[in-house]
């Protein structure tokens, strides 16, 4: 039996810079150009340079499935980061596919811990396909093998759908209502007018607009699903002695988490709720456990809502409200910036973009180092986030105003 | 009713050629009895790497469905649905659930499911779907 102590890294780093390129539906300029746009703001931030950054990482999918990518341009990974900022002492870097930028952060962690980094710079590279996507895979009659023969004969040709599935199933265990979701989904599009960065700041939602939104895969409105975008965001960090020397006020990384939930069979396991909870519960769990905290300490949550419906999933995994109760905890107001639990403060990624998770790392840090404007929860003394949907590619941080 | 098909080599699979017998046949570990579908190499259970196929009822309930909408304008939009099969807690096996079957009543989750096989003449192939409630039975498509 593995033997748990709680975590020895908890405040030892913080993350002393956080920015974000412009966030479009559309741009000319390279994405490569966003990236370098936001390291460079995160390390001013910080009162950093490019020559005092020893380690790298980053989580290189772009965010949709292309054959050949093209190297600045479709994604932006460490060798292209490397060549065009000059970076000319690094020690250390990574490129990782596991929890989204969680493993990166994590690691890039553990880098600063074990002293062979000191400043870790950590990006996510989001862009997109022009048009409509998702149009239901294969043709008819195209022929498949492997897992695919059990799935794509019976039309089930894109991740939507299997999120889909959960959420017609939690619906029908709990009750839950499209009217309830709408509460969220509202809630956050308000939150992200007092967003700068946010994709639709400016543009309202309303109830009638929501409950008649087109369907994507029912129950799945347009409204649910986030909007794909180009954009890069970037954090820094750094040792908490060090920390304490610079321009920026840190963010203390508490406690880490990531999905080591597995089922043999990935397939299946996608439209399965309760693997949903049961991966998202374990995630929680040891969070919670390295962080020495639990959900009443939390001052501010950022859960991702890649699909609306995942932030359900990890209010009730984390243990912020009772299994199938999410749909109800979330009403009269609780979510709000001045509620009991401020919920995705800068409207998530259904109002911001979609920027796989980074959007609210960043929000988090913004929130408890008290650099979130007009949005600003009082008192942040604990933020935490949990990124991914908790099946696929979850993990958790939590970030503390002090060590 | 079929989306992409399963090539050569896959439609001598015993999950196919089951169905041209209207037998559902399902993986089966030989060793702690540990049902994997998709099919495994090794059981995710107990470790073994031997395996049988075995028929099973065919019964279930239904697990979860929905209609994927996000389609170009005017193509058909599935209904597809997961059933979980009575033998064993998460074997799932998806379906589509045709018009026809939606004519009688959208069906819910629990609702109690039978396997049926429907003919594909265009590509001579047989498909597990399932029946929702009432059952309407094999068919020629």
């Given at each position: 039996?593995?033997?748990?102590?709680g975590?020895?890294g908890r405040n030892?780093?913080?993350i002393?810079g956080?920015?974000?390129?412009s966030i479009?539906?559309?741009?000319e300029?390279?994405l490569?150009?966003?990236?370098?746009?936001?390291?460079l703001?995160?390390l001013?931030?910080a009162g950093?340079?490019?020559?005092?950054?020893?380690g790298?990482?980053?989580?290189?999918?772009?965010?949709y499935f292309v054959?050949?990518?093209?190297a600045?341009?479709?994604?932006?990974?460490v060798?292209?980061?490397?060549?065009?900022l000059?970076m000319?002492?690094l020690?250390w870097y990574s490129e990782s596919?596991?929890?989204?930028?969680?493993?990166?952060?994590?690691?890039?962690?553990?880098a600063i811990i074990s002293?062979?980094c000191?400043?870790?710079?950590?990006?996510r590279?989001?862009s997109?396909?022009?048009g409509r996507?998702?149009?239901?895979?294969?043709?008819?009659g195209?022929t498949?093998?492997?897992?695919?023969?059990y799935?794509?004969p019976y039309?089930?040709?894109?991740?939507v759908?299997t999120?889909?599935?959960?959420?017609?199933r939690?619906?029908?265990?709990?009750?839950a209502?499209?009217?309830?979701m709408?509460?969220?989904?509202?809630s956050q599009?308000?939150k992200?007018?007092?967003?700068?960065?946010?994709l639709?700041?400016?543009r309202?939602?309303t109830?009638?607009?929501?409950?008649e939104a087109?369907?994507?895969?029912?129950?799945?409105?347009l409204y649910?699903?986030?909007?794909?975008?180009?954009?890069?965001?970037a954090?820094?960090?750094?040792?908490a002695?060090?920390?304490k020397?610079l321009?920026s006020?840190?963010?203390?990384i508490s406690?880490?988490?990531?999905?080591?939930?597995?089922?043999?069979?990935?397939?299946?396991?996608?439209?399965m709720l309760q693997?949903?909870m049961a991966?998202g519960?374990a995630t929680?769990?040891?969070l919670?456990?390295?962080?020495?905290?639990?959900?009443?300490?939390?001052d501010?949550?950022?859960l991702y809502?890649?699909?609306?419906?995942?932030?359900?999933?990890?209010l009730?995994?984390a243990?912020?409200?009772?299994?199938?109760?999410?749909?109800?905890?979330?009403?009269?107001?609780t979510?709000e910036?001045?509620?009991?639990?401020?919920?995705n403060?800068f409207?998530?990624?259904?109002?911001?973009?979609?920027m796989?998770?980074?959007?609210?790392?960043?929000?988090?840090?913004?929130q408890?180092?008290?650099n979130?404007?007009?949005?600003?929860?009082?008192?942040?003394?604990?933020?935490?986030?949990?990124d991914?949907?908790?099946?696929?590619r979850?993990?958790?941080l939590a970030?503390?105003s002090t060590d | 009713v079929?989306?992409?098909?399963?090539?050569?080599?896959?439609?001598?699979?015993?999950?196919?050629?089951?169905?041209?017998e209207k037998?559902l046949l399902?993986?089966?570990c030989?060793?702690?009895?540990r049902?994997?579908?998709?099919?495994?190499?090794?059981?995710?259970?107990c470790?073994?790497e031997?395996?049988r196929?075995?028929?099973?009822s065919?019964?279930?309930?239904?697990?979860a469905?929905?209609?994927?909408?996000?389609v170009p304008?005017?193509a058909?939009?599935?209904?597809?649905?997961?059933?979980?099969?009575n033998?064993q807690r998460?074997?799932?096996l998806?379906?589509e659930?045709?018009?026809?079957v939606?004519a009688?009543?959208?069906?819910?989750?629990?609702?109690?499911?039978?396997v049926?096989?429907?003919?594909?003449?265009?590509?001579d192939?047989?498909?597990?779907?399932?029946?929702?409630g009432?059952?309407?039975?094999?068919?020629e498509?």
């Amino acid at each position: 039996m593995a033997q748990d102590h709680g975590w020895a890294g908890r405040n030892k780093v913080a993350i002393v810079g956080a920015a974000v390129s412009s966030i479009t539906r559309r741009t000319e300029r390279p994405l490569g150009g966003l990236v370098r746009e936001a390291c460079l703001g995160a390390l001013s931030e910080a009162g950093l340079g490019v020559s005092d950054v020893t380690g790298v990482a980053t989580y290189p999918f772009p965010g949709y499935f292309v054959s050949s990518p093209r190297a600045g341009v479709d994604l932006v990974g460490v060798p292209w980061i490397v060549d065009h900022l000059r970076m000319e002492n690094l020690r250390w870097y990574s490129e990782s596919n596991e929890g989204l930028i969680g493993a990166g952060i994590i690691e890039g962690v553990n880098a600063i811990i074990s002293g062979l980094c000191d400043v870790v710079v950590v990006w996510r590279a989001m862009s997109r396909v022009s048009g409509r996507s998702n149009f239901g895979g294969p043709r008819p009659g195209t022929t498949v093998s492997g897992d695919a023969q059990y799935t794509l004969p019976y039309k089930i040709s894109a991740g939507v759908i299997t999120h889909a599935l959960a959420y017609d199933r939690y619906q029908q265990l709990y009750g839950a209502t499209r009217a309830e979701m709408a509460t969220m989904v509202l809630s956050q599009r308000r939150k992200s007018s007092l967003n700068p960065q946010a994709l639709y700041g400016d543009r309202k939602l309303t109830f009638d607009e929501y409950m008649e939104a087109r369907m994507i895969s029912d129950p799945l409105c347009l409204y649910d699903c986030d909007v794909p975008v180009y954009g890069a965001a970037a954090i820094v960090l750094t040792n908490a002695e060090r920390a304490k020397d610079l321009a920026s006020r840190p963010a203390y990384i508490s406690g880490v988490s990531i999905n080591t939930y597995h089922v043999g069979k990935v397939v299946g396991s996608f439209y399965m709720l309760q693997d949903r909870m049961a991966a998202g519960g374990a995630t929680a769990k040891r969070l919670w456990k390295t962080a020495g905290v639990g959900p009443a300490d939390v001052d501010v949550a950022e859960l991702y809502d890649g699909f609306a419906p995942s932030t359900w999933y990890w209010l009730e995994a984390a243990g912020f409200c009772g299994e199938g109760e999410a749909h109800q905890f979330i009403q009269n107001g609780t979510i709000e910036v001045d509620g009991a639990l401020p919920l995705n403060t800068f409207g998530g990624s259904l109002s911001e973009g979609r920027m796989h998770g980074m959007g609210h790392i960043i929000e988090a840090t913004r929130q408890v180092t008290g650099n979130a404007g007009p949005r600003q929860v009082k008192g942040v003394e604990l933020a935490v986030v949990f990124d991914g949907s908790p099946l696929l590619r979850g993990s958790a941080l939590a970030l503390s105003s002090t060590d | 009713v079929i989306g992409a098909v399963p090539d050569e080599e896959s439609r001598e699979l015993p999950f196919w050629s089951g169905a041209r017998e209207k037998k559902l046949l399902i993986q089966r570990c030989s060793k702690c009895g540990r049902y994997s579908h998709p099919p495994d190499i090794v059981c995710s259970e107990c470790g073994s790497e031997e395996f049988r196929y075995e028929e099973v009822s065919g019964d279930g309930r239904l697990y979860a469905m929905t209609t994927f909408r996000n389609v170009p304008d005017g193509a058909e939009q599935p209904t597809i649905g997961v059933v979980e099969l009575n033998e064993q807690r998460g074997l799932l096996l998806a379906c589509e659930i045709g018009p026809e079957v939606l004519a009688a009543g959208r069906p819910m989750v629990g609702d109690p499911a039978q396997v049926r096989f429907d003919h594909i003449t265009e590509h001579d192939l047989w498909v597990p779907q399932f029946d929702f409630g009432g059952g309407q039975g094999d068919s020629e498509a």
